[in-house]
């Protein structure tokens, strides 16, 4: 009985030490120094990045505008066209294609145009621009000096490519079918007073291909490019329309300053080109 007495007394003072020893651990652990915490990371803003100008339009663009404008006018209403003003443009558009034999006449200013020299030894391109300065559609306009006017041909084909469609229609006729007329152009426009360089004054953009042997018309005809930035006539708007009757379309033309005009193969090699300064 002794002995369970001896053990009980020595478990008890075993399980005093123990606590007694316990709370002097706490305290240690306590007041042991803790690792400052970690600085937040610090914000980091991304890059502002630069802001881009829209793209410049193409010639399929350019005629959507000026399908739209053409709408809206017949429909006696304002509108599709403001958009336009302060935009770049790069329109390209072929010239010299199958089926489309050469011009020479005077109706042909404002549009590209090829003929073979009179030796048939060269191909010498050219483009006259039309001078639309009294023309009706600009009547009773006078905000500008002179205005230079290109035709964008065949405006119902968006690609910029010679069409596919084969010349034909009348075989048993030696010359072909008159052209549609034109209803879409670009008027290049110079204000009263400005700078006159880049005016044409009826004088043509021309370029001689020549070779050894003589060189031959491609079967792709080549392109002209016209570059540049739309601007607003007068009365706010880009794009201006005209008609004679409402059972013919309307005549649509934008505003512009251009500034390089260019001949091309129909790969986009460089044949010839023009810049205002």
Known sequence: MLQWIRTDRRLAIALIATGLALPGCERRAQTRPQAPPSPPAAETTPPRLPTLPPPALGRSEVL???DAASS??????MGGAE???GRRFAIRQAFGCPGSPS???????????WKWNAEKTAIELSLRPADWTQ????AGDDGW????????VRPWLREEGCPAIAAGGAPTEEAPPPASPQTAGLAAVFEHGGSRVGRRNGKAFSFTIRGEPAPQLPAAGY?????GRFVAFPGGRAIRCQTDSPDRRPLCIVAAEV?????????GKVLSEWRPA
């Open 64 to 66: 959507l505008a000026l």
């Open 259 to 267: 500034d390089r005009v260019a001949f091309e193969d129909a790969d």
């Open 135 to 138: 023309a009706p559609i600009m």
């Open 72 to 77: 809206a006018y017949a429909a006696g209403r």
């Open 103 to 113: 011009s020479n006449d005077d109706d042909d200013a404002g549009r590209a145009d």
């Open 145 to 152: 000096e002179a205005v230079e006017g290109f035709w964008l």
């Open 223 to 227: 392109r002209l490019v016209l570059e």
């Open 83 to 85: 958009d336009l003003a």
